[in-house]
């Protein structure tokens, strides 16, 4: 292993201003106690692959109480060498676990310290690489998965770890501060408890976004104790004391269980060491109770944009979770909604069209169906698909599962049909996307997009929208009265995740309120009629989502054909069937 290159840097870090403020000491539960049992830590090493080649050390605490036929809790610490170091640290966290756990006030608990990975020089007069702050500061989910995939697996062949996520907290500070944040955030299956002091939620890889997404997001079961001080780093990245100001605003608005802990002090853990022990209490208060979803509550004011917290939560209702209703397909998409609220949808590989009537149930409505990927009901009752295994767009009677060609040559991904019966289809193979008429001639209306894929009427059929999967934008037009496209505009961005070159969006619908749903890499996106993203619907899975559509009893079903299953949510939002006479929605706010 290297030398302790992580401790240069962690000390570079935790020095750059200087401390300030109140001299905050430590309290009895940060010192050994007579009578107390003392846990064990022992020290090893580890040589990622999710982090190619890079090597670490890590420490293991083991409690005294600790029973093997019991599944322990566990807590994981950034920068591990520090937390675990009970003679010149701050934290001195096996001391406090000690004492904490001998009072039960905290259960029993297996800690966890790991050190930022360092990638050894190839040749001696070379330098290493040091991963800290590519770890740590990149929001992504690539440290849970690390945690996940590598380190939990490993602890556990020898120790007895919960798998409950209730039963899994994660902390750090400064940059592991947003890296447990981050790990919580990507992974509230793994991770629900969250202790970050003087975290950097600062522009150095883009952790500032994440006040922004705490405001757009479904809430999720995590809690969250922030530590900082108004002393703290104020650089090119942005203002530490700002930032997490801003994250506790967030995390307050959008309902979270959260602790802001203000003070004076800089960038160091002073005060976050004095407060370590109440901290760990608040943490893992009223445990093994279940930490719960957020349900924001709606805030009245005179401002109208201020009249309800979370607008995403004017459509989620809480309690109303995603329910699986079919698995074992291949890979699920093209869904399309009838007069009565049916569903149907394709499972490509398979060649199949399913259907899920309005009490969930699912049947098959069609076997060899060339590829069929989108579908979408036409004014005639009849079911128009994207059959691309043989380049056309067909119509199917669904009394009779017989099919009628429409258009040929067109290698298809997406349609739809309005109230007129007229169709318009993409085809991202040739970056297209054409127009057929009611008397069945086809004409191209648009050129260019990189991979034109999910394509949605707005409820006044005045506006078509194409979503540009390998790209970040959903494109509008104007529909003219011949059926022409004009005065194309990437009108809607949507959110990248960080580590992610596109945006993934697939299928999209609407409501009668006008709001457009987009499926991506980040969930079911929704924005308002000025374009604006006002909310994320997390994923049911961790799949490629890959369309959606409302349905069900009174279209107040969200449905999600999400790779190998397909799933539903009842809603407070009602769907707009786009081969039905035109929906006038309100006028935006702007």
Same mark, same amino acid.
């Given at each position: 292993?290297?030398?302790?290159?992580?401790?240069?840097?962690?000390?570079?870090?935790?020095?750059?201003?200087?401390?300030? =403020?109140?001299?905050?000491?430590?309290?009895?539960?940060?010192?050994?106690?007579?009578?107390?049992?003392?846990?064990?830590?022992?020290?090893?090493?580890?040589?990622?692959?999710?982090?190619?080649?890079?090597?670490?050390?890590?420490?293991?605490?083991?409690?005294?109480?600790?029973?093997?036929?019991?599944?322990? #809790?566990?807590?994981?610490?950034?920068?591990?060498?520090?937390?675990?170091?009970?003679?010149?640290?701050?934290?001195?966290?096996?001391?406090?676990?000690?004492?904490?756990?001998?009072?039960?006030?905290?259960?029993?608990?297996?800690?966890?310290?790991?050190?930022?990975?360092?990638?050894?020089?190839?040749?001696?007069?070379?330098?290493?690489?040091?991963?800290?702050? &590519?770890?740590?500061?990149?929001?992504?989910?690539?440290?849970?998965?690390?945690? @996940?995939?590598?380190?939990?697996?490993?602890?556990?062949?020898?120790?007895?770890?919960?798998?409950?996520? /209730?039963?899994?907290?994660? #902390?750090?500070?400064?940059?592991?501060?947003? #890296?447990?944040?981050?790990?919580?955030?990507?992974?509230?299956?793994?991770?629900?408890?969250?202790?970050? *002091?003087?975290?950097?939620?600062?522009?150095?890889?883009?952790?500032?976004?994440?006040?922004?997404?705490?405001?757009?997001?479904?809430?999720?079961?995590?809690?969250?104790?922030?530590?900082?001080? /108004?002393?703290?780093?104020?650089?090119?990245?942005?203002?530490?004391?700002?930032?997490?100001?801003?994250?506790?605003?967030?995390?307050?608005?959008?309902?979270?269980?959260?602790?802001?802990?203000?003070?004076?002090?800089?960038?160091?853990?002073?005060?976050?060491? $004095?407060?370590?022990?109440?901290? +760990?209490?608040?943490?893992?208060?009223?445990?093994?109770?279940?930490?719960?979803?957020?349900?924001?509550?709606?805030?009245?004011?005179?401002?109208?944009?201020?009249?309800?917290?979370?607008?995403?939560?004017? @459509?989620? +209702?809480?309690?109303?979770?995603?329910?699986?209703?079919?698995?074992?397909?291949?890979?699920?998409?093209?869904?399309?909604?009838?007069?009565?609220?049916?569903?149907?949808?394709?499972?490509?590989? /398979?060649?199949?069209?399913?259907? +899920?009537?309005?009490?969930?149930?699912?049947?098959?409505?069609?076997?060899?169906?060339?590829?069929?990927?989108?579908?979408?009901?036409?004014?005639?009752?009849?079911?128009?698909?994207?059959?691309? =295994?043989?380049?056309?767009?067909?119509?199917?009677? @669904?009394?009779?599962?017989?099919?009628?060609? +429409?258009?040929?040559?067109?290698?298809?991904?997406?349609?739809?049909?309005? $109230?007129?019966?007229?169709?318009?289809?993409?085809?991202?193979?040739?970056? !297209?996307?054409?127009?057929?008429?009611?008397?069945?001639?086809?004409?191209?209306?648009?050129?260019?997009?990189?991979?034109?894929?999910?394509?949605?009427?707005?409820?006044?059929?005045?506006?078509?929208?194409?979503?540009?999967?390998? =790209?970040?934008?959903?494109?509008?037009?104007?529909?003219?009265?011949?059926?022409?496209?004009?005065?194309?505009?990437? &009108?809607?961005?949507?959110?990248?995740?960080?580590?992610? /070159?596109?945006?993934?969006?697939?299928?999209?619908?609407?409501?009668?309120?006008?709001?457009?749903?987009?499926?991506?890499?980040?969930?079911?996106?929704?924005?308002?009629?000025?374009?604006?993203?006002?909310?994320?619907?997390? !994923?049911?899975?961790?799949?490629?989502?890959?369309? *959606?559509?409302?349905?069900?009893?009174?279209?107040?079903?969200? &449905?999600?054909? #999400?790779?190998?299953?397909?799933?539903?949510?009842?809603?407070?939002?009602?769907?707009?069937?786009?081969?039905?006479?035109?929906?006038?929605?309100?006028?935006?706010?702007?």
């Amino acid at each position: 292993m290297l030398r302790n290159h992580w401790l240069l840097l962690l000390i570079v870090a935790f020095s750059a201003a200087a401390w300030a =403020g109140d001299d905050y000491k430590l309290t009895v539960d940060s010192s050994y106690q007579d009578g107390v049992p003392k846990g064990v830590v022992s020290k090893h090493s580890w040589t990622s692959k999710i982090f190619s080649g890079t090597t670490r050390d890590y420490w293991i605490y083991v409690p005294a109480q600790y029973d093997k036929e019991k599944p322990a #809790c566990v807590m994981v610490f950034q920068d591990g060498g520090g937390y675990q170091d009970v003679k010149g640290g701050r934290w001195r966290v096996p001391i406090v676990f000690d004492n904490l756990i001998h009072k039960k006030e905290m259960p029993v608990m297996i800690g966890i310290f790991i050190n930022p990975g360092v990638l050894p020089a190839a040749g001696p007069k070379q330098l290493a690489r040091f991963n800290r702050s &590519y770890e740590y500061d990149n929001p992504t989910d690539q440290y849970a998965r690390f945690l @996940i995939d590598e380190i939990l697996p490993e602890v556990s062949k020898t120790y007895s770890l919960s798998a409950n996520p /209730n039963d899994r907290a994660i #902390c750090g500070a400064s940059s592991g501060g947003i #890296c447990a944040f981050s790990a919580a955030w990507h992974r509230p299956d793994a991770f629900r408890r969250v202790l970050s *002091t003087i975290g950097s939620f600062t522009n150095l890889r883009r952790a500032h976004d994440f006040p922004s997404l705490i405001r757009k997001n479904e809430p999720k079961p995590i809690r969250v104790f922030l530590q900082d001080g /108004n002393n703290d780093l104020d650089i090119y990245a942005g203002s530490w004391w700002m930032s997490n100001l801003d994250m506790a605003s967030a995390l307050k608005y959008a309902g979270y269980d959260y602790k802001f802990v203000e003070g004076t002090g800089g960038h160091d853990g002073n005060q976050a060491g $004095a407060i370590f022990p109440d901290a +760990i209490r608040w943490l893992w208060r009223e445990h093994p109770q279940p930490i719960a979803t957020p349900a924001p509550k709606p805030v009245e004011d005179k401002v109208w944009w201020s009249k309800a917290h979370l607008p995403l939560m004017k @459509i989620l +209702i809480p309690g109303e979770e995603w329910q699986l209703l079919g698995e074992g397909y291949k890979f699920t998409e093209g869904s399309a909604t009838d007069e009565k609220g049916n569903v149907y949808f394709t499972d490509i590989p /398979n060649n199949r069209i399913h259907a +899920i009537d309005v009490n969930g149930k699912v049947s098959v409505f069609k076997e060899e169906s060339a590829g069929a990927n989108g579908l979408k009901f036409g004014p005639d009752g009849k079911l128009y698909a994207c059959q691309n =295994g043989k380049k056309q767009i067909v119509a199917y009677d @669904i009394a009779s599962g017989a099919e009628t060609v +429409i258009a040929t040559e067109i290698a298809s991904n997406d349609l739809v049909v309005n $109230a007129k019966g007229e169709i318009y289809v993409t085809d991202p193979d040739n970056k !297209k996307v054409w127009y057929i008429n009611a008397q069945k001639e086809k004409k191209e209306v648009d050129k260019g997009l990189n991979f034109a894929n999910g394509i949605i009427l707005t409820p006044d059929q005045g506006q078509l929208m194409v979503v540009d999967t390998r =790209g970040t934008s959903v494109f509008a037009y104007r529909v003219e009265a011949d059926g022409t496209l004009g005065h194309k505009q990437a &009108y809607f961005s949507l959110f990248v995740p960080e580590g992610r /070159n596109d945006s993934g969006g697939d299928g999209m619908t609407v409501d009668t309120n006008g709001n457009l749903y987009v499926t991506s890499h980040a969930g079911i996106q929704m924005f308002d009629q000025a374009g604006r993203i006002v909310g994320i619907i997390n !994923k049911p899975q961790r799949e490629w989502l890959a369309n *959606t559509c409302f349905g069900g009893p009174n279209m107040e079903y969200i &449905y999600a054909m #999400c790779k190998d299953k397909v799933f539903r949510r009842k809603t407070s939002a009602k769907g707009v069937l786009q081969f039905k006479d035109p929906v006038q929605p309100p006028v935006p706010r702007l």
